[in-house]
Nanobody
């Protein structure tokens, strides 16, 4: 079992930065792929970025490439999403998810989810 708790969301102006954190519990966390998803009101949950257990492989959706960076610290059982050059369209609830899977954009591949943290970007 893995439990995930996100933090770091908030209100920021366009062009600003935020760093989201995902704290994990569970002995198997370090072997899991972790991904960040986001969901805006009235929209489906969408993949943002993912990182393999070793941290060596990462993947990003096109609209965040060059702006967002995912990283992890398996000793601390933490995964981070550094978000720079934020845009109003980045406004959403952000969720971290974990699973024993290659990096995937499919929510069904991740059985473990946090409760989400809200990011609001004002114009």
């Amino acid at each position: 079992q893995v439990q995930l708790v996100e933090s770091g969301g908030g209100l920021v102006q366009a062009g600003g930065s935020l760093r989201l954190s995902c704290a994990a519990s569970g002995r198997t966390f370090s072997s899991y792929t972790v991904a960040w998803f986001r969901q805006a009101p009235g929209k489906e949950r969408e993949f943002v970025a993912g990182i393999m257990w070793s941290g060596g492989d990462t993947a990003y959706v096109d609209f965040v490439k060059g702006r967002f960076t995912i990283s992890r610290d398996n000793v601390k059982k933490m995964v981070y999403l550094q978000m720079n050059s934020l845009k109003p369209e980045d406004t959403a609830a952000y969720y971290c998810a974990a699973g024993n899977t290659p990096i995937s954009s499919r929510t069904a591949r991740y059985p473990y989810w946090g409760q989400g943290t809200q990011v609001t970007v004002s114009s």
